[in-house]
């Protein structure tokens, strides 16, 4: 990649114009070169606010929603359970633009497990939905047929008031997450060109009819935290196995290996540790310098104050 280096200090905030200039001049890094942060608060026994297992996708998702306290905390038999990936792009698993199948399909099969009633993987795709969502349905199809869903129907959405709203009042919704017990937020760990990243916050528009309203007519940032303070995950299963560190959310772009996935009951928690976890753009970032999540925390929605969370992690 060719391009001015980027400064050594990235700026407190991150607008827009600054994350695409990263992304224009970012710096080439390759998964071997990538420097993990060490994590706080390991001891064992002590109730996790962030699990991380580094591994295959199917076993290391099992070991972090393991070391959160297992699926049964979250899912109890009989329980009716949307688990919402990314799905919006047509490209294979190696581009990074959408969740790895086999996270998908893991998390569908601790679900049916743990004795869900009703299992279903739904996205509102940006392109065509067939395409999108083949590569999720067909792993899914060993764990419930018929369970992965495009909805792109408008009658399929309710209209909802948002109580927290600040510039967002209302959007519909869909009926389905409406009528869930249990949500689970399974995004891939992308960069993106508005916003800076793309995590369990910024997914959740996925599960709106007319998210195209929230870049046309709000502030988006705010808009996410607003749909956050409504859309709340009983779970986050962020997909690390490959992480799309530049020319997101659709790609192709700068795509790391890190083979990790990272749970936590907290959204922001979560999207916080992800952001300062792996590389951006060619630099490191803190989780303050994306707005949605600095507005979040200060909103009350989650925290972003990693080095004060409990932080397991494992190798599956």
Known sequence: ????????????????????????????????????????????????????????????????????????????????????????????????????????????????????????????????????????????????????????????????AIPKGETLKTTDVMEEVLKADVLIAVPVAKSHGTTGVSLSMKGMMGLIWDRSAMHRDHDLDAAIVDLASLLKPHLVVIDASRVLSSNGPGGPGLVLEPRTIIASRDMVAADAFAVERFPWYGQRLKASQVRHIRLAQERKLGRMDIANLTVLESRA
């Open 1 to 160: 990649m060719k391009g001015k280096n980027l400064p050594p200090n990235p700026p407190a905030t991150l607008n827009r114009r600054q994350f695409l200039a990263w992304q224009a001049g970012s710096l080439c890094l390759t998964a071997g070169g990538l420097h993990l942060f060490p994590l706080a608060g390991r001891a064992s026994g002590t109730a996790a606010d962030l699990a991380v297992a580094i591994g295959a996708p199917e076993a290391a998702t099992r070991e972090a929603v393991r070391l959160l306290g297992g699926i049964n905390r979250f899912v109890k038999s009989g329980s009716r359970v949307v688990i919402k990936p990314n799905m919006s792009f047509s490209a294979a698993p190696e581009r990074a633009s959408n969740t790895n199948p086999e996270v998908v399909r893991t998390l569908a099969a601790l679900c049916r497990e743990a004795g869900a009633a009703r299992i279903s993987v739904l996205d509102n795709p940006l392109g065509p939905a067939e395409r999108c969502i083949e590569g999720i349905r067909d792993a899914c199809r060993l764990d419930g047929k018929g369970i992965v869903h495009a909805v792109q129907n408008r009658s399929l959405f309710s209209p909802v």
